[in-house]
């Protein structure tokens, strides 16, 4: 679990984690497609060739309340380096909470063996969640600094 605080309404927050051209901005994915609904579909793609990306993961939105909860379940995952080396049911659970400062955002991961690959995998995750927690922050402060504001459409 990661989760930090925002000054962004959680319309805004919320917004973020399924608005393509937002992720594209704060996680440096080359291409996203969101179909954001119950059922729908998350994918993104990293990496300098999108005919040949490094990393794909797609997920199905299981839960979808805006602007407070995003679920994403049945993940597949790709990467040039090949799969990944044990088998999974990862599940994400983003929570958008208020806070003072504006909202909070949490990220719960759930779903990693036990084995040393997946123990591996985790920490490479907890540290990704950092990363991509300083890049949400980019992202909104850039916004704030243009004068113009994160999407909010829900």
Known sequence: MHEESFSASPAELFALLHTPSAIQAWWGAACVVVMPEVGGTWAAAWGADEDDPDYVTVATLSEFDP????????????????????????ETTFEVLPDPAGARLRVTQAGFPTTEAGEAFLAGCVEGWTNTFAGIRGYLAGAEASGSSAPARD
């Open 67 to 90: 602007p407070r909860r995003l679920v994403m379940s049945d993940y597949r995952y790709r990467a040039k380096a090949g799969p990944l080396p044990f088998e999974a049911a990862f």
